[in-house]
């Protein structure tokens, strides 16, 4: 009778047991079997809005993430959403046709959404003279080949960039005289590279002389970290200016005092 009443009583152990193996085994799927070993996601998402001064949805704004080829318009309700990010540090850019466009360094967590949102200033409406031609270059690169020929700055073609087959931007910032490409470890043991004036040395983040980086149009966070600027095959052009004094006027304005570099991407980049 006692060997009876153990070996029920080992019946309904072994039962009991089994919903939870299965449960456990269902943790896994698909596949099968528990996958113990598997690595948490190091993707995140980017969720934001765009509007205008007064707070107004804005739709068709374009939101570009700098040194992809990532472009995401916003919907009606200014609403955009960009999935798959890999975790780390990015520049957006935003634009609308009518608007002064913005930008800022945003940093993406794994597993994790960040929710950005941007307001744009109308921009004033200048109506010039229409003209109709046929031209070669676009206008940005016309007057990029304009300022090269008055000779004052540095500047570095598209074709210059091509002959030097440089895999990295920060390489060519170490060609221009007045640049002086320094690290700074302030962050991480890795390193992020600045651009600082000539006039000064040491690091951006102890009173050097950090230049203003303008990409399109686009002025960028200074300091800024020139790891985060389009590959050298999406570049079209690059000026350097060293101070207030050689700069274009229409580039002239707040942080300029140390230089200005200027980045011009290639047409449909």
């Not at 009778?1 to 070996?7: E, G, K, P, S």
């Not at 804005?58 to 919907?75: D, Y």
Request: glycine share 8%; with cysteine.
């Amino acid at each position: 009778m006692i060997r009876r009443r153990w070996l029920f009583a080992s019946t309904l152990a072994l039962f009991a047991a089994f919903p939870l193996a299965a449960q456990q085994k269902r943790v896994g799927l698909p596949g099968g079997a528990a996958d113990t070993t598997r690595k948490p996601a190091r993707v995140g998402m980017i969720d934001g809005i765009v509007t205008d001064s007064n707070l107004a949805p804005l739709g068709s704004a374009q939101v570009t993430v700098l040194s992809t080829s990532v472009r995401v318009p916003t919907g009606a309700n200014g609403r955009f959403r960009i999935t798959n990010v890999p975790a780390g540090e990015y520049v957006l850019i935003v634009r609308r046709s009518g608007y002064r466009p913005t930008s800022n360094i945003v940093q993406v967590a794994a597993a994790d959404t960040l929710r950005v949102s941007y307001s744009l200033e109308r921009a004033p409406t200048v109506l010039g003279a229409v003209v109709v031609t046929e031209q070669r270059l676009s206008v940005k690169l016309a007057e990029f080949e304009y300022r090269k020929k008055l000779g004052v700055g540095e500047f570095m073609s598209q074709a210059d960039i091509e002959k030097r087959n440089s895999v990295y931007t920060t390489e060519l910032m170490r060609k221009f005289p007045s640049i002086n490409v320094s690290p700074s470890y302030s962050k991480s043991s890795m390193a992020e590279w600045f651009a600082l004036s000539k006039r000064e040395t040491g690091s951006p983040m102890v009173g050097a002389c950090p230049m203003q980086v303008v990409v399109d149009n686009m002025p960028m966070q200074t300091p800024f970290n020139l790891d985060m600027l389009p590959s050298p095959r999406n570049i079209a052009g690059i000026e350097v200016y060293n101070g207030p004094a050689t700069i274009p006027p229409q580039f002239a304005g707040y942080n300029r005092s140390c230089g200005l570099i200027l980045i011009w991407t290639r047409d449909g980049y």
